[in-house]
């Protein structure tokens, strides 16, 4: 007798090669199985009326059998004449026995099952599935389930074993808690797991087959609705793992901020101070941060992060900004020094390509404590760097960051076992519902307000013939003393390939406009050679700056005003936004020239003329997500969002506000919680949940 939770060996029949074959489906446990839930149906439920039948269906007919004959086309094949009372069909066998055509012969009756499609002779079914049959052979009383399968397994095995899996279900309800409370259930109308699993298992034939098919029927958006919740709960354990520590507590550090604030050379703006405000509320208390801020490209998050930086440093503690790209963090490393030596405060610079004597020193002088603000890429959170007391750790550009490393973190405060607070800054804006679901881990602030006196970037599309005006278009703004950018997009998925492709636009840029300073810089660059470029471009040494996307995010030149973008149509529509965002920075008018290569697919049209029409990072955002969808939106591979077995963020996106409701509700109940972790993320999941 083997139970739900038991390895999936455990039941009759399955044995090592059969428990390989399960396992690429994600089948482990007799409960994965429960969980594996059907494709689509296919209905045996009724005998369809041949004369009714129409070719793609798929049915089960019965008829008598008037001819039955071998014949010769391109392929020998068997051709089975049969009639109801309805009409008349053929089934075709090429691959057949002589037994096979014994059987077949003129009076018997025959069921067969398969789609029907235009043949030779009318409707034809290839080689169906089929059984001589009396009138009194009953159909099918359940529809059939298709499952999602792998090679060397069949519908019938894998049909047997859902089949064994819900009998042990019924032996012993208990082994599979529904641990949704009635009160809710009733509430949002949603019917019970063990009743759902019986019914997208075997739904029975008075079922709404569309609304099974499309994932609409109540069954389904109860399993879904599990899932997101399991997703969401999981990421508020973390959450509360991870506020269960002690972190410092620290100052406002008012006098340190006013001095460096003295040295800007702009006011905050309001929404800077607001969120500046929230950040300090959660400083001052003894459990961890976990904040994100949104906001759109060249709001000034760089200033805000500084600005919690020096409240971690007033507390004596230190302070770390991660940047996901060498570049980015170059330049905050730049900012950082040029804002905080001043006020007597050591910046120190790590990243992975920092090797040697170097990279001892660096991690000396984070060690004893001596590095104060601490600057660089994901090397800065590797296991051999230690930090005397880390105090604030910031994050920017959340989404290649995940939960995860989100955890791991907990480890680096280090001194009197604190640790630190977490400040994590996105530019991706996305509408609250969804990011209440893939954030449950964080809060959320949002600076909704650009700095002032910056004009919109004006964005033009231009099919790439009219290339040559938009070189003059170039030469005429660098000649007014101002700066471009020219972005070579991805042609495939080779780095080499794209680079090489932004060192032939080089050469011929540098040969159309021989009186301007033509840089270049793309990814197989040393970081030493493109931080070079990238001063050079910033103190106006060069004119034009020929760039991968690899300049997507951050940097900062507000002098630049003209970027013409290649290929527009190859880019997402978050990304165009970010590209576009290093232009507009100052306070000169900006362009923005997306010169396409017709023709442009519909997708694309649609995408380039929301770009042309708002520079609005919520509004492209939402678009982002209609044409799109959440999983490209989010990146989801870090959000876990993506791997999910039954929900669709698109099509079930309006659960997400009730989950949300009862995730408030469930959370910081143990047991339910790790029911569902377990359950719906696994064993590793629920393991990670309880460091
Ligand atoms: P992002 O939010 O995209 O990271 P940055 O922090 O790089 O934006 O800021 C963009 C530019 O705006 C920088 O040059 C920064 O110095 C400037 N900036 C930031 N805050 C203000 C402000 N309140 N007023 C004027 N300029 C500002
Ligand atoms: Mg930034």
């Known amino acids: 007798m083997s139970d739900l939770s038991a390895p999936i060996t455990a039941l009759k029949g399955v044995g090592e090669a059969l428990a390989l074959k399960l396992g690429r489906l994600g089948i482990e446990r007799v409960s994965d199985l429960l969980f594996h839930l059907p494709l689509r149906y296919q209905d045996r439920t009724r005998l369809t009326p041949i004369g009714l039948l129409r070719a793609g269906q798929e049915a089960v007919i019965e008829g008598e059998v008037t001819a039955c004959d071998v014949v010769k086309g391109r392929r020998r094949s068997l051709l089975v004449r049969l009639r109801d009372a309805s009409g008349i069909l053929s089934l075709r066998f090429f691959h057949f026995s002589p037994a096979q055509q014994q059987q077949m012969r003129p009076g018997a009756t025959v069921r067969a099952f398969g789609e029907a499609r235009a043949g030779a002779t009318g409707l034809e079914i290839y080689h169906p599935e089929y059984r001589l049959s009396g009138s009194e052979t009953p159909v099918d009383e359940y529809f059939t389930p298709i499952y999602p399968t792998t090679e060397g397994l069949n519908q019938p095995r894998l049909r047997a074993l859902a089949q064994q899996a819900l009998g042990l279900l019924d032996d012993a309800p208990e082994a599979l808690p529904d641990v949704i409370p009635d009160t809710l259930l009733q509430r949002f109308q949603l019917p019970g797991l063990h009743a759902s699993l019986h019914l997208l298992h075997q739904p029975p034939p008075d079922v709404n087959i569309e609304q099974l098919t499309f994932g609409q029927h109540p069954a389904t958006r109860r399993l879904a609705l599990e899932e997101l919740l399991a997703h969401q709960l999981s990421l508020r354990e973390v959450r509360l793992r991870i506020q269960a520590d002690g972190a410092p507590t620290l100052p406002s550090g008012r006098s340190l901020q006013a001095r460096f604030l003295a040295q800007l050379p702009f006011a905050l703006t309001g929404a800077q101070r607001r969120v500046l405000e929230e950040i300090g509320h959660?400083?001052?208390?003894?459990?961890?941060?976990?904040?994100?801020?949104?906001?759109?490209?060249?709001?000034?998050?760089?200033?805000?992060?500084?600005?919690?930086?020096?409240?971690?440093?007033?507390?004596?503690?230190?302070?770390?900004?991660?940047?996901?790209?060498?570049?980015?963090?170059?330049?905050?490393?730049?900012?950082?020094?040029?804002?905080?030596?001043?006020?007597?405060?050591?910046?120190?610079?790590?990243?992975?390509?920092l090797k040697g004597k170097a990279r001892l020193d660096a991690k000396a002088a984070i060690a004893d404590g001596r590095a104060r603000m601490v600057v660089g890429t994901h090397a800065l959170f590797q296991d051999d760097v230690h930090f005397q007391c880390l105090g604030l750790a910031i994050i920017d550009e959340q989404h290649r960051f995940g939960v995860h490393q989100r955890l791991a973190l907990r480890e680096k405060g280090e001194a009197g076992g604190l640790t630190p607070h977490q400040l994590i800054m996105t530019a991706t804006p996305i509408p609250r519902t969804l990011a209440m679901s893939a954030y449950a881990d964080l809060d959320v602030s949002v600076i909704d307000e650009l700095p002032p006196g910056r004009t919109p970037v004006k964005t033009v599309v231009v099919p790439d013939e009219r290339r040559p005006e938009v070189v003059e278009r170039i030469r005429l703004a660098c000649s007014e003393g101002r700066q471009a950018y020219w972005v070579c997009t991805l042609i495939d998925e080779s780095e080499v390939l794209q680079c090489q492709a932004a060192e032939v636009t080089r050469d011929e840029l540098t040969v159309a406009l021989p009186e301007l300073a033509v840089g270049l810089v793309h990814g197989r660059m040393k970081s030493s050679e493109k931080a070079e470029v990238m001063t050079a471009f910033k103190e106006g040494e060069l004119d034009l700056l020929v760039a991968t996307t690899v300049i997507e995010v951050g940097v900062d030149v507000p002098n630049a005003s003209l970027m013409i973008i290649e290929n527009p149509e190859r880019l997402g529509l978050s990304q165009l936004h970010q590209l576009r965002g290093r232009v507009g920075r100052g306070s000169t008018e900006s362009f923005c020239v997306l010169l396409y290569h017709p023709p442009l697919s519909k997708s694309s049209r649609q995408r380039l003329a929301v770009m042309r029409e708002t520079t609005d990072g919520f509004r492209i955002a939402e678009k982002d997500l209609e044409i799109r969808g959440p999983g490209e939106v989010l990146g989801t591979r870090q959000t876990g969002l993506a791997q999910m077995k039954i929900a669709d963020l698109e099509r079930d996106a309006d659960l997400l506000e009730r989950v949300t409701a009862m995730a408030q509700t469930l959370q910081g109940n143990p047991d339910i919680t790790s029911v569902l972790v377990r359950r719906w993320l696994g064993e590793a999941a629920g393991r990670y949940g309880q460091v």
């Not at 490209?297 to 600005?307: E, H, L, R």
């Not at 440093?313 to 030596?341: D, V, Y």
Request: aromatic letters at 6%; hydrophobic letters at 55%; charged letters at 15%.
């Open 282 to 353: 959660d400083l001052s208390r003894p459990a961890p941060m976990l904040r994100l801020i949104q906001g759109d490209v060249g709001s000034g998050k760089t200033v805000v992060a500084a600005m919690a930086a020096l409240s971690a440093l007033a507390g004596n503690c230190q302070a770390a900004i991660m940047a996901p790209t060498e570049i980015l963090a170059e330049q905050h490393f730049r900012s950082f020094k040029a804002w905080f030596e001043p006020l007597g405060i050591e910046v120190a610079w790590l990243a992975g390509k």
